[in-house]
Antibody, heavy 129, light 108 residues
């Protein structure tokens, strides 16, 4: 059974950088795309970005200038950095598996859409001085 | 960007009721649509994927339908455990998967 666990500081000062790590257990980080998703208190879900185990990334255009997602396959982990945070970045941050699965066939490699089927429990990050 | 619009935002219902939630995409997403259930303080849980496929372990009272731009989630007989917020999500766009704004199912 795949499990995801977020870790990182729960309090970040305004203008600083939010850093979180997601550790994947019960399965390999390879072949899948992995996402960060956040939810401000009392509000809906916002996709932040994803990374493939190869290191390729894609970010929500609204956050692209401030977001960096990286992967460490040796530790089965991927990480989020969000710079220049403000109170509007206060949210529960989730890591999740998806939204694509990579595969290779006949010498070529492809990816297919998948839903977010496994999620971490979420971690609340508060931006406050 | 593909926009997802759910309706209603809030739904009041009783145990045993048949409940339907609608999700509309701003452009065709084929059947790349998922439904999630979220309870307070918990991560979203996948219920339905590819518009109508039931995730393993999810009760059969949940069903999904639709394709293109119009989708529905139906709970055939609402149970006490089903009072929660439900989100649709499209995962067709290679850019990113976007969520609807959510539908809160409340006790009437």
């Amino acid at each position: 059974q795949v499990q995801l666990q977020e870790s990182g500081p729960g309090l970040v000062k305004p203008s600083e950088t939010l850093s979180l790590t997601c550790t994947v257990s019960g399965g390999s980080i390879s072949s899948y795309y992995w996402s960060w998703i956040r939810q401000p208190p009392g509000k809906g879900l916002e996709w932040i970005g994803y990374i493939y185990y190869s290191g390729s990334t894609n970010y929500n255009p609204s956050l692209k200038s401030r977001v960096t997602i990286s992967v460490d396959t040796s530790k089965n982990q991927f990480s989020l950095k969000l710079s220049s945070v403000t109170a509007a970045d206060t949210a529960v941050y989730y890591c999740a598996r998806g939204p694509r699965l990579g595969y290779c066939s006949g010498g070529s490699c492809y990816s297919t859409p998948i839903p977010f089927d496994y999620w971490g429990q979420g971690t609340l990050v508060t931006v406050s001085s | 960007d593909i926009q997802m619009t759910q309706s209603p935002s809030t739904l009041s219902a009783s145990v045993g009721d048949r409940v339907t939630i609608t999700c509309r995409a701003s452009q065709s997403i084929s059947s790349w649509l998922a439904w999630y259930q979220q309870k307070p303080g918990k991560a979203p849980k996948l219920l339905i994927y590819k518009a109508s496929s039931l995730e393993s372990g999810v009760p059969s009272r949940f069903s999904g339908s639709g394709s293109g731009t119009e989708f529905t989630l139906t709970i055939s007989s609402l149970q006490p455990d089903d009072f929660a917020t439900y989100y649709c999500q499209q995962y067709n766009s290679y850019s990113h998967g976007t969520f609807g704004q959510g539908t809160k199912v409340e006790i009437k």
